[in-house]
């Protein structure tokens, strides 16, 4: 089976990730290399205004991708960089048999990091599963982060609260999910929020959530119940809620036209809350 084939097979399965940006890469700028273990990733950097804007990705979604439609504003606003992971843009492919979890993907922002801004805090926007591994980042490195963006980010208890309260069919459908993109990108995402769980960020590290509004209706291309569709978003919202705990200066926005794909339908929302992270950590400064 080709790798065309394979995603598209993998998008029945978008769940998990919470939608892919079907868009062409519109970036002109030069790709760099970052070394990380035994494998190169793509990396890029535009833009020139400090402190850098680090950008993670949903899970199965190239980087560049999912951030198309606001990366010419970020990147006239502020440094602006991001790393392709494995299988995506100009880095490796997935090696077989390697799994990854938000450690070591954490791992590789700090790398990047490393390479294009050593001496410096940095703002994070973390993007569904991206926002678990931005998380664990500025858990570990609370020294180098300035602040979070969080986008429709997966809580750690989602998954475990949505398998305690499905029907077995429809959970086994989701366990098909985690499989897939296990098997297909090395992505492990059940032990990731166990990882994620285990971690807590400093209380005053200033962190802005944005929420959908809407149900995520493409999770029904996974075809689960009446019931388990339902219990998939509400379980998300509620988890949502509860991202609100994680620092004592976390706020959180509803982008309320949209379900998952809030960079795409809600751009407006997605780059004010940036902005109004950056006049914090200005003001704090």
């Known amino acids: 089976m080709t790798r065309i084939k394979q995603f598209t097979f993998g998008f029945i399965f978008l769940c998990l990730c919470q939608g892919c940006a079907l868009h062409q890469p519109i970036s002109k700028q030069t790709w760099s290399t970052l070394r990380v273990g035994n494998y190169n990733l793509a990396y890029m950097c535009a833009g020139s205004t400090r402190p850098t804007l680090i950008l993670e ?7 560049e991708q999912a ?3 606001i990366l010419p504003a970020l990147t006239g606003r502020h440094r602006t960089c991001f790393v392709e992971r494995l299988g995506f843009g100009k880095s490796d492919q997935v090696p077989s048999g390697l ?3 938000t450690k070591d993907y954490a791992e590789e922002v700090t790398s990047l990091v490393d390479k294009v801004a050593p001496r410096e805090r940095v703002v994070v926007v973390g993007y569904s599963f991206g926002g678990m591994i931005a998380r664990y980042f500025a858990a570990v490195h609370p020294d180098r982060v300035a602040g979070l963006v969080l986008i429709d980010a997966v809580h750690e208890d989602w998954l475990k609260d949505a398998k305690h309260r499905m029907q077995p069919d429809d959970w086994a459908k989701m366990q098909g999910i ?10 492990n995402y059940w032990d990731s ?4 769980a285990a971690v ?7 962190v802005r959530i944005i929420s959908r509004g809407l149900p995520f209706q493409r999770i029904r291309k996974a075809n689960l119940s009446e019931d388990g569709f339902r ?3 509400e379980s998300h919202d509620a988890q949502q809620l509860k991202l609100l705990t994680i620092t004592n200066n976390t706020s959180r926005v509803i982008a309320k036209k949209s379900a998952h794909f809030i960079v795409d ?8 809350e940036i902005e109004e992270l950056y006049s914090q950590i200005r003001k704090a400064h």
């Open 193 to 196: 929020q166990f990882e994620v």
């Open 57 to 63: 990705s949903p899970s199965g979604v190239s980087t």
């Open 231 to 233: 219990i998939y978003n």
């Open 265 to 272: 339908s809600e751009p407006e929302v997605v780059l004010g």
């Open 99 to 101: 799994t990854q979890t």
């Open 200 to 206: 807590s960020l400093p209380a005053s590290m200033p």
């Open 67 to 69: 951030y198309e439609k």
């Open 178 to 187: 985690l499989d897939w993109f296990k098997k297909n990108l090395g992505h």
